[in-house]
């Protein structure tokens, strides 16, 4: 079982916790994740699987035999680094077959290994340069060459394409995405571009403040975010977070009500609870220069061209709603109406932000898979 | 099973130790016998009356010291040390600071010139610098006597006058030290942000100011250090001219402590005195020492 | 940076003197080598002579044996700098990558012996070389001088320029210590090591201090020591001989700084004090 286990791992440096209590499970060969802000701890994470931190409390198991005190070399691990770390003075080839001749592979293995990890990246007539004569594409396949070469069960990398720019990670996705299909390693990514972690991942774990706010498949971090924090780091902008007031049929935001259906009162009820916060992402909210049967009404403060859309800022009653427009251009001052897509709409408990969950009737044959939806908050 | 884990942690961690312990060993071991050693025994022999060569050493306790804070000689020494610091720091350090600013900064043809040139005696014995000074800045006979003759200015017999035989060779000794500080403040200097440099020239601010403002507190960790080393090592370098050329007269007119030192140990066979000698040196560097290091740990602005 | 035509001008003389009066020696050094012993007197002001000749170097040779010395002179330089870069290379890869106990305090004490005064660790040093029976030998030369703290200071500053990643990546391949030293560490510090090296070979081909101490017949001399004997023995009637033995001395450190200039000169603008 090529699986990566955690049980309550801990990291710290001195008095400052980096890593609190991690308990989850990476699949065999699956593509997890790790996604989060800058100092969410998800490189820590990370380098204890590969044994280049040492971990302060808890157990970490890998392929059923428990890690800790597991030198870096032994864990069967890869590992492509955000800087590349390729070795500036050896050549491509030199680079990609060193830990092999460290592990005393044949030379026909190790020349086989060669010819098939440079004719899958296209390095071929590359071999003899050094990296510092690679451009940056070239030198992030190099990096992967290497990593996959080692052809080991765990293959970890640790935001391997941030340095490239836009065009080049589309094509390093697929690279990725190929070398994977192929060696079908347990891939432990770590990144915080959430564009990349939506494409890539099988599974997201989302990292806050040391500590996982979410593990699942993409769409349900989207869709169905466990607490208020997924719901605002994913998506762009983020997901609007707003005071409201619930009353028996209704809730209200600033002076205006909007009336729910069934489905949530009934949900609402069975939570027993009415200190809430109400979630709803830019992209689901519906914008009318007329007013709607139920919804609310607003004044334009500012929009942003994102290209492909715009983003329509709003001000209710003293808070700001953000929505998502694809053809209306609005400008400063306009009223506006608009409602929220009564299916798409989010509760948080407003002491512990975590979701209140979602009714039954809602949940698309995609979501309905309560393994998957566990909320681990 | 727990246990046995902890048991292989901590082996583990040992075995680590061990490697980092053991590369470190053959310098620990140099440093241990021909520096901290004699150190320890040296603060040993200040204690005791010696020549050197009797099997007898004689336990005396503090009347070295005595004898060293009561010699009217003692004083003259340290007056000519600290002549020499200022002389020394104000050669080395300042002038070195400016250059360092101006070839680093403000200049842009020749710098690679000037930087080999300045740092080429460096690598150049002291013993053929000071011999080298000594007959160009011969009274009577050198080039330098002969040319300010055609202007009617004489040079005074340097190395028999008192005063003048310590600016001489502070000159002498700077030749060989100025390069390695220069280099140093050029190092740092050049480690400074040349945005910022040029945003301060876009507000129009007078390179003086750049100089005072920016350039000296940015690289003031280097600063204090060469401030230090100048003072520490130019004061070993004096040693060579001084043995040279004037065997530290006339009438130890151009000892320093260092010197001085030496000279009660190897010459006159006073190791006592000698020992009490590099003792207090060793306090007066001390002192500094604590200097730069409360200086460095507070408000310092380091280098990257 | 644009300045005054005047002021970048003036820099340029102010510069240029320095750097006359301090190469000026060098130079005159050489010219006064070839020039026979009254004209040194008498035309004082020729830097290179009418009547250039080769009795100097030809005393010197005749009156002292020049092989020994140079060779005396040599070998104390070579293997004081072998082991220096060996010793300073191992305590910094230490210092550098192992976590352990006490790092910090070590790497402290060795590196503030740059400050202690040479006159405190003398006479101890005399004894135990004398004890030793080294006494008038080169080894009692080279002894003392196999760690540096200066070495130690610059490799672990050039050390630490390595990015860490690289080193990770060769534990993750299960390399051993020799290994990344061998392998990877060296190959990238090797600017540095070799102008360190280069610093310690030239400091120890000009030390004084320390021979003069240890070395008491000519034969063991090094040569500032026999240019120093030069000097003090037989006063100013030998001066050109003085300096052809100048130039000797000078011209191996003057070869390998021109060689390698660009090399240490990086070394010790990049490695910066901190």
């Known amino acids: 079982m090529k699986e990566i286990r955690f049980e309550h791992v801990k990291k710290s440096y001195g ?35 590969a044994g280049l931190e040492d971990i302060t409390e808890g157990s970490l198991f890998m392929n059923g035999k428990k890690m800790n005190d597991v030198p870096s070399g032994k864990r069967n691990a890869a590992m492509v680094f955000q800087n590349y770390a390729l070795y500036p003075h050896m050549t491509l080839k030199q680079n990609i077959i060193y830990g092999l001749k460290v592990q005393k592979l044949s030379k026909e293995e190790i020349q086989s290994r060669l010819d098939f990890v440079l004719d899958m990246l296209q390095l071929k007539g590359l071999e003899d340069r050094l990296p510092k004569d690679l451009s940056g594409g070239q030198r992030q396949r190099v990096a992967l060459a290497r990593a ?59 990292m806050y403040n040391g500590e996982l706010q979410m593990l699942d498949t993409p769409t349900n971090v989207y869709h169905r975010p466990a607490n208020v924090f997924t719901a605002k780091f994913i998506g762009s902008p983020p997901t609007n977070i707003l005071e409201m007031n619930y009353h028996e049929k209704s809730i209200s935001i600033g002076q205006q009500s909007f009336e729910l259906n069934e489905i949530w009162l009934k949900h609402i009820k069975q939570r027993n609870t009415s200190d809430l916060l109400f979630g709803i992402r830019p992209e689901h909210v519906e914008l009318s220069t007329a007013s709607f049967s139920n919804g609310y009404r607003g004044k334009v403060k500012y929009t942003e061209n994102l290209g492909s859309n715009y983003s329509v800022y709003i001000d209710l009653d003293g808070q700001e709603v953000v929505a998502a427009s694809d053809h209306k251009h609005w400008y400063k001052g306009d009223t506006v109406y608009f409602r929220p897509m009564m299916d798409r709409i989010h509760f948080f408990h407003k002491g512990t932000g975590n979701s209140i969950g979602y009714p039954e009737e809602l949940l698309d044959a995609d979501y309905k898979n309560k393994e998957e939806s566990r909320v681990l908050a | ?74 004083y003259q020494i340290l007056g000519n040390t600290f002549l020499y610091i200022v002389i020394l720091l104000a050669i080395n350090c300042v002038v070195p600071y400016i250059f360092a600013f101006v070839i680093g900064v403000v200049l842009q043809r020749w710098n690679g010139f000037y930087k080999s040139a300045l740092f080429l005696p460096a690598f150049i014995s002291l013993v053929v610098g000071s011999i080298l000074f000594t007959w160009i800045l011969n009274p009577v006979s050198g080039p330098v006597a002969i040319v300010f003759g055609w202007i009617g200015l004489e040079i005074p017999n340097w190395t028999k006058t008192e005063g003048w035989v310590i600016l001489v060779l502070s000159l002498i000794t700077s030749w060989k030290v100025f390069g390695y500080n220069f280099i140093l403040l050029y190092a740092s200097i050049n480690g400074i942000s040349k945005e ?74 006073r190791t006592g005195h000698s020992a009490t000698l590099s003792i207090m040196t060793m306090g007066l560097f001390l002192v500094l020492l604590f200097l730069y290091f409360k200086f460095a740990d507070r408000g310092i602005y380091y280098e990257n | 940076m644009k300045i005054n035509r005047t002021v970048e001008f003036t820099w340029h003389v102010i510069f240029m003197a320095t750097v006359l009066v301090l190469v000026f020696p060098i130079i005159y050094a050489v010219g006064m080598s070839f020039k026979p012993l009254e004209d040194a007197y008498n035309n004082v002001l020729n830097i290179f002579s009418l009547h250039p000749t080769l009795e100097n170097y030809i005393t010197f040779f005749d009156t002292l044996p020049v092989l020994k010395v140079t060779m005396n002179t040599f070998i104390i330089a070579s293997v004081a700098t072998i082991f220096k870069v060996f010793t300073s290379f191992l305590a910094a890869y230490a210092f550098v990558y192992f976590q352990f106990k006490g790092k910090e305090i070590v790497y402290f004490l060795l590196i503030s012996t740059i400050f202690i005064p ?79 090296g280069i610093w310690f070979f030239i400091s120890s081909w000009n030390e004084f201090v320390w021979p003069v101490l240890i070395l008491k017949t000519t034969e063991n001399y090094t040569l500032p020591l026999a240019l120093q004997m030069y000097i ?26 021109l060689t390698f200039q660009k090399y240490i000169i990086g070394t010790f603008t990049s490695s910066g004090i901190k």
């Open chain 1, 15 to 49: 008095n400052t916790e980096v890593v609190k209590d991690l308990n989850f499970t990476i699949r065999e060969g699956e593509r997890l994740i790790l996604l989060g802000p800058s100092g969410c701890g998800k490189s820590t994470t990370l380098r204890m699987i």
């Open chain 1, 148 to 206: 996959t070469v080692k052809r080991s069960d765990f293959f970890l990398l640790d935001e391997p394409l941030s340095n490239l720019d836009a065009q080049l990670r589309v094509s390093a996705r697929k690279e990725l995405l190929k070398i994977h299909d192929m060696f079908k390693q347990t891939m432990v990514y770590v990144t915080h571009d959430q564009i990349e972690a939506m494409t890539f991942a099988d599974r997201i774990a989302l």
């Open chain 2, 1 to 74: 099973m727990s246990a046995f884990a902890a048991v292989r942690k901590s082996l583990q961690l040992n075995r680590e130790n061990a490697i980092g312990y053991g590369l470190l060993i053959p310098s620990i071991i140099i440093f241990a016998v021909f520096t901290f050693w004699p150190f320890l025994y040296t603060v040993y022999l200040s204690f005791f009356d010696w020549n050197m060569i009797s099997p007898e050493k004689e336990f005396v306790g503090f009347k070295n010291y005595m004898e060293v804070l009561g010699d009217p000689r003692t």
């Open chain 2, 196 to 269: 910022i440099i040029e945003s301060a020239r876009l507000d129009n601010i007078p390179l003086w100011r750049i100089f005072l403002q920016i350039i000296l507190p940015m690289s003031s960790a280097t600063g204090v250090y060469v401030f230090i080393l100048t003072i520490v090592q130019s004061l070993q370098y004096v040693f060579t001219p001084v043995k040279v050329v004037t065997q530290g007269g006339p009438d130890y007119a151009s000892s320093n402590l260092i010197y001085h030192a030496y000279h009660e140990a190897f010459v006159v066979y």
């Open chain 3, 118 to 196: 040479f006159t405190v660790t003398m006479i101890p040093n005399y004894l135990i070389i004398s004890d030793l029976g080294l006494l008038d030998s080169v080894w009692g030369v080279i002894l003392p001088q196999l760690a540096d703290a200066i070495g130690i200071f610059l490799i672990t500053q050039s050390m630490r320029s390595i990015p860490l990643s690289l080193i990770e990546v060769a534990r993750l391949d299960n390399l051993g210590h020799g290994k990344i030293m061998k392998d990877i560490v060296f190959p990238l510090v090797r600017p540095a090591v070799t102008s360190v």
């Open chain 3, 232 to 257: 003090s023995s037989e006063g100013g009637t030998n001066f050109t001989v003085a300096m052809a033995v100048s130039v000797i001395t000078m011209i191996i450190p003057l070869i390998l700084y």
